[in-house]
C-alpha cells in the first residue's frame, strides 16, 4: 500500500482553468505538506496542515487553496491557473508531534499551457 | 568523486566507488539536517538525518557528516551502486521553523556509470 498517495499524477490543462490535486495518507501521520519543485529541482514549501489546521502558508498567491476534510487527506485547489503554475507538486506527511523526516508521495507533474 | 550540491551538478561515479555529496547550508542555527534520494518520476525519498548534536552518522551503506563550524554537511555513499543513480538534495530545518518546513539545497545529480 502506498503511504502517500495523490493524484493525478500528470495534469495538463489551458491557462485560466480551475484544478484540483488530491492526497491521502495512511500512516497515521497529524501533519500534511504541500511541496512545488520546479523546472531546476528546486523544492518549496508551500503549506502545513496539522489536524486539518493551517500551520503555514508561504506566501502563496491566493489562487491556491489547500483543503484538509481531515487529517488524512490535503488537497490543493487551484484556481486561474498561469504558465508559471507549471511544476511538479509533492504531497508530503510527517507525525507532527516531534520534527521529523517527511514522506512524500510520487508528485504530479502540472503543465499549464 | 566529490560535488557542491547547490546548483544542480552532476556527479559521475564509477560502479563500486564511494560518493561524496556536499552540501552547504545556509543557516547556522539549523538544528536537524536530512538527505533525500529523488529518482526520475519519483518523490524525494528519505536517506538518513542528522541533528545538530551529533558529527556523524551511519546507515547502511551511507554516512552523513556534519560540519556546523563551516555549515557543511555530505553524504557519503560506499559502494556505489546503479541503483544509486538519482537527484540527492540536503535539507536543513531551523528552530524557528515549524515542523516540516525545510529549506531544500538545490540537489546533486548522481550518475553511476558501469
Known sequence: DTAVSQTPK???TQMGNDKSIKCEQNLGHD?????????KKFLKIMFS???????????VPNRFSPKSPDKAHLNLHINSLELGDSAVYFCASSPGNINEKLFFGSGTQLSVL | GESVGLHLPTLSVQEGDNSIINCAYSNSASDYFIWYKQESGKG???IIDIRSNMDKRQGQRVTVLLNKTVKHLSLQIAATQPGDSAVYFCAE??????????QFGAGTQVVVTP
Open chain 1, 31 to 39: 501533519t500534511m505538506y504541500w511541496y512545488k519543485q520546479d523546472s
Open chain 1, 10 to 12: 500528470y495534469l495538463v
Open chain 2, 93 to 102: 530545518n531551523r528552530p524557528t521553523d515549524s515542523w516540516g518546513k525545510f
Open chain 2, 44 to 46: 524525494p525519498q528519505f
Open chain 1, 49 to 59: 496542515y496539522n489536524n486539518k489546521e493551517l500551520i503555514i502558508n508561504e506566501t
